[in-house]
DNA sequence: TTTT
DNA sequence: TTTT
């Protein structure tokens, strides 16, 4: 591939996902979150910028999504541009910009009862069910920064 | 700022660019840029998916995109999301996103007579032209990567 | 330019900032990131692996470390890598990489007093003293995301 | 997980990548890369800034490497940055800082005999099983950009 | 040396 | 529609 199509965003979710199941049980989240930038500008004068994307997650990343981001969340997505395209009922042609997200971070403080374990999250768009046994989708979200086997034998040739 | 809005671009050029000049002679360039990535699918075929991207380049970067971008060059671009609505004709809402650059990186082999020189382009959204004297539009652009006066000075107190 | 050099990292300092400020009283931070990241490995186990940077920012990001980071504050950095070699007193070559911030958000909740008006900030290596008034120093960092002038007018010819 | 590690490069390779086979026939590559960052100082004057990384690549990307990287190549690299740190023989506490690339972008032109489809390279940590030899230890990355099956269906429930 |  |  000679291409490149990244997108990182930190900012607040507007409202709570909105998760739905396809078929095969496919999780599918979409929220919309603002980035917001503030700066000075040459009278230096303070400008704060909002900046509103809709965010697209799938499988293990929207489930994570449902069951721990809400309006409000502070997150960190990685992910890619995606546009769509229609027509809607009366024949005009829509056009909806998306980022999918391959990675996710929490960003709240958690203050959570509880040990916060599921704190850590992170995967990728990329789900590898095929590798999991009977009943698991959804789950195991091998991500973006999983190293490959045997790097962390710390015996490089060099 | 509690807010990222990054985007990252590697991709060609769909047409050349479209360049405008706004008042106070303000360069403005537009052009689409698709950034292909192929990969394969899980059944190992090689599939190969492209996006399109607008992008919108302001003053010494437009500038820069009017002398030496075109149909077909290839080039990284660093920028933001930006989405802009109106209304048409019909009264009908509408909504684009595009990426503003702040950076522009040249990935064409250069196979140009002379110097090469002009092929070391950078520059950044954040211009200055305010500080230059008139007529020297589109000239010095101080961009992201300018090091902080005194860096180079290899003293650091540490 | 046909280079980038770029890094993203969020984590946890693991001191407080060590800030100095050198001739022409301009500040100089310097810290250790943890960025952690948690997956999980082919055999289902929880992995967690934590890798230190060491982060140095100039001017008002220094400025801005010293006043509102500590030991365990969770930021985001952008910025870029950069190595420095040197000779020890017995003649060793050392090396060491560190990243050189451009960006800082700063993503701990805030549960100050106060109007949290501090919490607002963003800077870049790239300042602009010379635009400044005298005695003006490590002050008005216009940064990375410092939209060009102009471009907030909404009337892009296209 | 809370953090992010994050590395992206365009640069050149200062010398033919070094490879080398792990028990297991796990490839290992690694190679100088040179990115240069050319700007303007306040003075005007053009300055040009080259930083020296060492990138290392794992399995598949390692035999792209190998096969299609040579002295001078021009590559984006998107990973992780890895400290290591050992002992020398004289007992000196040593450090090196690499960046682990996860995904890799050939950006050379290619005037390839043939079809140039091999030019289409991408991977992540990820690999492409075919290519590996009996054991099959390291099968299925599931890498970047690899889009979760189901998301081609365009149907969304949005 | 951080954090969950 | 968020957040500071």
Avoid: C
């Avoid at 909105?18 to 603002?34: H, P, R």
């Avoid at 000075?40 to 929207?62: F, M, P, Y």
């Avoid at 546009?83 to 809607?88: I, K």
């Amino acid at each position: 591939m000679r291409g490149v199509n990244k997108v990182i965003l930190i900012g607040n979710l507007g409202r709570d996902p909105d998760v739905q199941f396809l078929e095969g049980n496919i999780a599918v989240a979409k929220f919309s979150l603002a980035t917001t930038e503030t700066f000075k500008d040459r009278a230096g004068k303070l400008i704060s910028q909002t900046e509103w994307h809709t965010v697209v997650l799938w499988r293990g990343l929207a489930e994570l999504a449902q069951k721990y981001l809400h309006k409000g969340s502070l997150v960190y997505i990685e992910g890619r541009l995606r546009t769509r395209s229609w027509e809607d009922k009366e024949g005009n042609k829509k056009f909806a910009t998306e980022v999918v997200g391959d990675n996710l971070v929490m960003l709240d403080k958690r203050m959570d009862v509880g040990n916060g374990d599921h704190a850590v999250h992170h995967g990728s768009g990329s789900s590898t069910s095929g590798q999991q046994g009977p009943g698991h989708h959804g789950e195991g979200y091998p991500g973006i920064e999983i190293p490959p086997m045997g790097e962390a034998a710390d015996d490089l040739p060099f």
